[in-house]
């Protein structure tokens, strides 16, 4: 009787530690993000890529939330996938990203100076409500933000919704087709907010019509986003984060980089190119460094001489400029 007793007893714990290891077991979800360069010139176009790993097997079914911070505020926000959208059902679930008038009816093309409203709508899947913070994000024909902001945070109701969000668009934008995106997600993705669903996006024009080419895919795993080409005029300059979140299997993953915009050519650091730089170019111009004529912020491309090399980057950058 007691060999038995001692049996079950053993059984009992052998269980016991099965369970406990089972329980302890976490899966382990990594993100990984990287730019193609660390530093990069004003008119350039940064792209944005990673990988997202569930125990080292990469996901091929998972949305990363995208958003890129200037030195102020908000840059862009963007969600894409990891090789095919999921398929849901999704908690709160984005329809639509538009410009409008103060009714909700549709905008297709609108002038400088004057305002819109932004319009989201999105649907409650769930019984309860459910917190959510939206934005969006209008980009020209070559993915360059025009603006990005929070729309509203809020405790969405089950079933349909809609926010709008006044917009004026800028005196100076350049005229073209732009492409708005609508996003919801659980946070702001530099506070670990992962999206609800999958964007939508729409298209409207200040002016002509042409085609918008949206973000890539690579292997199963990996996800790609042609974020931003930084505008050749007025760009905000310095240093730029890119925060990358996923959540896959009700696990977080959060990962960030950064990257550094300048403004190449601008010798005299008033933030423009333009003939003072090239004059200034010129009064250096064959010198070499430890010369007396040499001037450092002439050799733009540091290699310690001030020759074609560098009056081709000011060519070439020509009425660029920043702040």
């Given amino acids: 009787m007691r060999r038995t007793l001692s049996f079950i ?15 302890s077991y976490s899966y382990w979800l990594h993100i990984v993000v990287s730019t193609d360069k660390t530093v990069y ?38 969600t894409v996938n990891t090789g095919t959208d999921p398929l849901g059902p999704f908690k709160v679930e984005m329809i639509n990203a538009y410009t409008g008038d103060q009714y909700g009816n549709p905008v297709s093309s609108v002038r400088r100076g004057l305002s819109y409203l932004i319009w989201i709508v999105y649907r409650n899947n769930d019984p309860a409500p ?10 020209n024909m070559n993915s360059a933000p025009l603006a990005a902001s929070v729309i509203a945070v809020v405790d969405v109701p089950p079933g349909l919704s809609n926010s709008s969000y006044n917009w004026q668009v800028p005196t100076d934008a ?18 670990d907010g992962a999206a609800y669903s999958p964007e939508k996006s729409s ?16 292997a199963p795993g990996d996800y790609y986003c042609n974020a931003s080409t930084f505008k050749t005029v007025y760009t905000r300059l310095g240093n730029y984060t890119v925060h990358a979140v996923a959540e896959y299997w009700g696990i977080i993953a959060h990962e960030s980089t950064t990257f ?9 650091g008033d933030n423009y190119v333009n003939a003072k ?33 560098d009056a081709i980057t000011i060519g070439k950058n020509f009425g660029n400029s920043g702040y």
């Fill in 174 to 191: 350049e005229l073209g087709t732009y492409a708005i995106y609508g996003n919801a997600y659980t946070d702001l993705p530099q506070y």
């Fill in 130 to 139: 459910v917190r959510a913070t939206m934005t969006y994000t209008i980009c």
């Fill in 9 to 23: 007893s053993f059984l009992v714990i052998l269980t016991m530690l099965a369970v406990s290891v089972h329980l």
């Fill in 277 to 309: 730089d090239a004059v200034i170019l010129g009064k250096a111009f064959g010198t070499q460094e430890g010369d007396p004529l040499y001037n450092a912020g002439a050799d733009i491309n540091k290699d310690g001489f001030c020759n074609a090399k």
């Fill in 203 to 218: 298209q409207f024009a200040i002016s002509a019509t042409s085609t918008f080419e949206h973000s890539v895919q690579t």
């Fill in 260 to 268: 550094e915009v300048k403004l190449l050519g601008d010798v005299n």
């Fill in 41 to 78: 010139n004003v008119g350039e176009t940064i792209h944005i890529n990673g990988t997202l790993q569930l125990d080292g097997v990469p996901v091929s079914s998972a949305l990363v939330a995208i958003q890129i911070n200037d030195r102020h505020q908000p840059f862009s926000f963007r």
